[in-house]
């Protein structure tokens, strides 16, 4: 497919449809690159220093992101803590930034906890569209969230570099679909690469122990100088 034309194909609804399906035999083989991941010509830029960063691409429009979510959630509840969790929001065409944005203000206004799982749930339960600026902008307010700091926020110059940062990190990894996984900047995979996102989390596993087995070791803590002993002066006799 197009990358700048997004459709959900055949190829990848035979990919993605089922997520909880795992073969048995691909759950039992060691992951391989080229196989079950890539490994990026180039590396894509990483924001957490000492850690080992996982992003997730994801559209909230996108029916597999929505079936992905309660599966990421239960996987980053168990990440190990030298493992960090990042969400990028991916804009394939220019009518995915609104819902970029919508992201990035809630980040920022450190509502993420609380909203992203309802946006999955405004647009696929409850089927609201959510797609443009007003229409986003109202169910905001409804989420008790003051409508003029939202636009304020959308409209920001934090969020817009946000937002071109994501396209920039999407385009780094190459991604052509979602739900997709990128880890540390070195490796990706996705439904489509995997098999099914289950896999494609195992597979994540995987890859964080190769990183994790070439990060240089931390140094132990110098240990503190010992104070110099000052002998007492002889007594006069």
């Known amino acids: 497919m197009q990358r700048r ?5 055949a190829a990848t ?36 220093a000492g850690k080992i960063e996982v992003v997730e ?10 079936r992905f ?16 969790l990042r969400r990028a929001p991916v804009a394939f065409r220019p009518d995915f930034e609104p819902q970029q944005r919508l992201y990035f203000v809630l980040e920022g206004m450190n509502k993420v906890e ?7 749930y405004a647009i696929h339960v409850e089927k609201q569209a959510l797609n443009t600026l007003p229409l986003i902008a109202d169910w905001v307010e409804k989420q008790g969230i003051d409508k003029a700091k939202f636009m304020e926020a959308y409209n920001s110059f934090p969020v817009a570099t946000k937002t071109r940062k994501a396209t920039l990190l999407q385009d780094a990894y190459k991604v052509d679909g979602v739900p997709a996984l990128g880890v ?10 995997a098999q099914t996102m289950e896999r494609a989390l195992v597979v994540t596993d995987h890859l964080v122990g190769i990183v994790r087995t070439s990060m240089p ?5 110098p240990k503190p100088a010992s104070p110099n002993t000052v002998k007492p002066a002889a007594k006069a006799s």
């Open 5 to 9: 034309e997004f459709s959900i194909s």
């Open 13 to 48: 609804l035979a990919a993605t449809a089922s997520l909880s399906i795992t073969s048995a035999n691909a759950q039992g083989q060691q992951p391989k690159d080229g196989v079950d991941y890539l490994t990026l010509d180039k590396p894509a830029p990483t924001e957490s």
């Open 57 to 66: 691409f994801f559209w909230y429009s996108c029916p597999h992101c929505n």
């Open 69 to 84: 979510e309660p599966q990421l959630e239960e996987w980053a509840r168990k990440m190990p803590k030298d493992v960090v």
């Open 114 to 120: 609380e909203l992203h799982k309802k946006v999955f």
């Open 184 to 193: 540390a900047g070195k490796f990706y995979t996705s439904g489509s690469v």
């Open 217 to 221: 070791a931390a140094k132990p803590a």
